[in-house]
């Protein structure tokens, strides 16, 4: 599972490609998208998934049903 | 600028600086000893240092908020707190209208859009870094763009407006960069206050709600304020005044933000509407009238500078006051330009503008002369219609605002901007935009207007209000000061009753269109 940007009602503020630890948002043309194969669900790094919890609008960047869950390196 | 400093030196103890004055109290605002009573007020509670370096800057001064014009750049998307007077998908209603959404510019583009207007357009003294989000959730663009103009512009000053949050963690750099004005937006030092303002702050990797988030937000506000003073930086307050939630409390909030040295507040009414799509527009929360600002302001004053000019400009205008040209600089037309930087044109132009504003002092200081041993309890509002200069010379049909000036014994004095439409529009006056102005300006006794047409003069005294176009093209203040003298004589003679006079409304929007 990775998470991913809701693009209808993504506003293009860039807050989340600030915080995000794996560089895992990239950004073409004022569009923000999650790069899955990047996106460790912050975790290693943080409780919570900084994108998540920075973006001002609700529901905007939701869990990635197409990916599966995320498994730090052992 | 040897004759440039001379003039300075003089003006130090005329000028007036953002809007405040000397009040209606000899003892309240003594400050460093300089202002005595009334006439020569001066910089107020400014030390000359601090004047110095506010004077020129359109933000702090009204009247040099016609001679001088700021930009901002925006640079900064990304914010870290969630306010509920902001709907995030426009620009941070902080320093801007809201439900704008201003172009997003990479540092480079930004820099030289700063070089195209300030080499086309001598006014431009200032480049403010506002947003569109919070300058310093984007520290790496926000301080790009401020090296870049601090190496290819240098005349130019720089300031920053920030909700705080991450105020602390910066003030380093704010001070390597020169920076010389910040801006703070506090709104409570009560998180419990807060709470009802922010529903959350992200802040150390963590989304916090509730009054927790108020708490940080406050701490740390208050902290980075703290930091900046000590450092010799110059730190404004902005406040946004939320009836029935922060407006009493904002006295409380004036004495914390004075006593940790900022060196002026601005209470701003709080812009609200359903349209704006923001949580207090949504939730019916309404905006101040304009004599609730009023008091607000006036039980402040005592404490500290208060700034009653802001018009709540918008962000991303380009130009004096009225005349936007952003237009002639988006982004495609500044990246195609060829610039020369011309520093000497600059200078000149601001040497000009000195003696203008001497005059429009010294017609006012001989003026209150006159009102010397006069003694009265009396005080009225004026409401003016000027295109600026310190003058009275526009139309009352074309006026888009009116300067409010509050006169009694201890002279006069600039409280505020009303916003009108223009009452001419479209060529014939209606009847419904003469109410319009008339609950804008419904406080004052007195309009003053380089002209009127006959039928909105019927209209406005039939509101109590007395139209005066005898001081056409004269400097506002000496007018002031003059009518009031006569004004207090028609009393003393009966032939008028002095009668204090309702409320106005505040109108939505800013000024610059
Ligand atoms: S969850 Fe973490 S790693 Fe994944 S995109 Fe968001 S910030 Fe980046
Ligand atoms: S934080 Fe939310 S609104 Fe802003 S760019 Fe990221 S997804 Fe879009
Ligand atoms: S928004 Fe307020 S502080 Fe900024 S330029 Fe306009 S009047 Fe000045």
């Known amino acids: 599972m990775a998470y991913k940007i809701k693009e209808t009602t993504c506003t293009g503020c860039s807050a989340c490609q600030n915080e995000c630890p794996n560089n895992a948002i990239v950004e073409k043309n004022f569009l923000f998208s999650i790069d899955p194969t990047k996106c460790t669900e912050c975790v290693g790094f943080f409780d919570e998934p900084q994108c998540v919890a920075i973006c001002p609008i609700p529901r905007t960047i939701n869990p990635n049903p197409d990916v599966p869950r995320f498994q730090a390196a052992v | ?513």
């Open chain 2, 1 to 513: 600028m040897d004759s440039g400093n001379l003039k300075v030196v003089s003006l130090l103890r005329v000028m007036r600086p953002a809007g405040q004055g000397s009040g209606s109290g000899c003892g309240s605002k003594g400050g460093d000893g300089k202002s005595g009573c009334g006439s020569s007020a001066g910089q107020g509670d400014l030390s000359p240092t601090v004047w110095e370096k506010v004077k020129n800057h359109p933000c702090y001064s009204e009247e040099a908020h016609h001679h001088y014009a700021r930009m901002h750049a925006a640079v900064a998307p990304a914010c870290n707190v969630q306010c509920n007077f902001c709907n995030r998908k426009y620009d941070c209603s902080n320093e801007s209208r809201p439900g704008v959404v201003s172009e997003r510019l990479l540092p480079e583009q930004a820099a030289k859009k700063v070089l195209a207007v300030a080499s086309t357009i001598p006014q431009m003294t200032v480049l403010g870094i506002a947003g569109p989000g919070d300058p310093l959730a984007n520290p790496e663009k926000t301080f790009r763009t401020f090296e870049l103009v601090a190496n290819f512009v240098p005349d130019i000053k720089l300031c920053l407006s920030t909700n705080g949050l991450m105020l602390p963690d910066h003030v380093d750099r704010i001070a390597a960069l020169n920076i010389d004005h910040v801006t703070i937006t506090i709104n409570m030092i009560d998180p419990n206050v807060g709470a009802k303002i922010y529903p959350w702050v992200f802040y150390n990797h963590k989304r916090y709600t509730g009054v927790e988030a108020s708490r940080i937000l406050s701490e740390r506000q208050l902290l980075g304020l703290e930091m900046l003073t000590a450092r010799g930086i110059l730190c404004k307050v902005n406040s946004v005044m939320i009836p029935g939630i922060n407006d009493q409390h904002l006295v409380a909030v004036n004495k914390a933000v004075k006593s940790r040295g900022a060196f002026l507040h601005n209470i701003m009414p709080l812009i609200s509407a359903p349209e704006h799509g923001t949580f207090f527009g949504l939730n019916g929360q309404r905006g101040p009238t304009a004599q609730e600002l009023k008091l607000l302001q006036d039980s402040c004053e005592g404490e500290m500078n208060m700034m009653r000019h802001c018009r709540q400009c918008r962000a991303d205008a380009v130009g004096l006051l009225g005349e936007d040209r952003s237009a002639e600089f988006t982004t495609e037309k500044v990246m195609a330009m060829e610039v020369t930087y011309d520093l000497a044109s600059r200078q000149a132009y601001q040497e000009k503008v000195e003696v203008k504003r001497q005059a429009v002092v010294a017609a006012r200081n001989a003026e209150l002369a006159t009102l010397a041993g006069e003694r009265s309890d009396i005080s009225i509002l004026i409401a003016v219609a000027t295109k600026g200069g310190g003058r009275i010379n526009e139309h009352f049909g074309h006026a888009r605002e009116f300067q409010i000036y509050e006169v009694s014994t201890a002279g006069s004095k600039f409280v505020g901007h009303r916003r009108v439409d223009n009452y001419c529009q479209g060529g014939y006056a209606e009847e419904d935009s003469l109410e319009t102005v008339v609950r804008a300006i419904n406080d004052c006794q007195a309009v003053f207007v380089a002209r009127i047409g006959g039928c909105p003069r019927e209209g406005l005294k039939s509101a109590g209000i007395e139209p005066v176009d005898r001081f056409a093209l004269e400097y506002i203040e000496q007018s002031a000061i003059a009518y009031f003298k006569e004004y207090l004589a028609r009393v003393r003679t009966g032939e008028l009753m002095h009668k204090l006079r309702g409320d106005a409304d505040i109108r939505q929007g800013a000024l610059i269109a």
